[in-house]
C-alpha cells in the first residue's frame, strides 16, 4: 500500500503543476486502484475541480471539521467580514486575493496557507482575477 500512496501522490504532484491532463491523471490513478467513494479516481481530487467556479460546494462533514471548495469572484470588493466559531484553514488552488484577517492585510496567492483563528473578522478582495480555493473549518461551520 505504502507504494499505492507513493505513486499517487507523484501523480497528483504532476497534476496540481499542470504536467498532465485530467484524464491521464484519472486513468493512471486508476491504474494503481485509487478510486474514491463515487467510483472516480484521484482521491476526489477531480471533485473538488469539478466545483471550480461555484461560490462555495462542500465536500465532506465530521463532527470534528468540515471541508469545502470556494470561488471569490474577479473584482469582489470584500466590504462584508465574515467570523467563525472555530478556526478556519484557506489553501489557494489558483488566482490571488488580498486577505483582511483581524485589520491586518496580506497578500495570498495559489500555493498559500491562510489561517484564520476562531473569531476573527476577516474578508477576501480580489482584482482582476477570480480565486479558487479549499477551505477546512474547524469545527464544522455550516449544516
Given amino acids: 500500500m505504502a507504494t499505492t500512496e507513493f505513486e499517487a501522490q507523484q501523480l497528483l504532484k504532476a497534476y496540481r503543476k499542470g504536467l498532465i491532463s485530467d484524464a491521464l491523471f484519472e486513468e493512471q490513478m486508476r491504474e494503481i486502484g485509487v478510486v474514491s467513494k463515487n467510483g472516480k479516481a484521484g482521491l476526489d481530487v477531480e471533485n473538488v475541480f469539478a466545483h471550480k467556479g461555484k461560490m462555495f460546494e462542500m465536500l465532506q462533514k ?56 476562531a473569531g476573527a473578522p476577516h474578508t477576501l ?14 469545527p464544522p461551520e455550516m449544516q
Fill in 62 to 117: 465530521t463532527p470534528q471539521s468540515q471541508t469545502g471548495v470556494f470561488t471569490v469572484p474577479a473584482n469582489h470588493k470584500g466590504d462584508k467580514e465574515n467570523t467563525h466559531k472555530g478556526d478556519q484553514l484557506i489553501y489557494v488552488i489558483e488566482g490571488c486575493a488580498v486577505a483582511r484577517v483581524s485589520g491586518k492585510e496580506q497578500e495570498i496567492k495559489a500555493g498559500d496557507l491562510l489561517m484564520i483563528p
Fill in 125 to 138: 478582495t480580489t482584482g482582476s482575477e477570480k480565486m479558487f480555493g479549499f477551505t477546512v473549518f474547524a
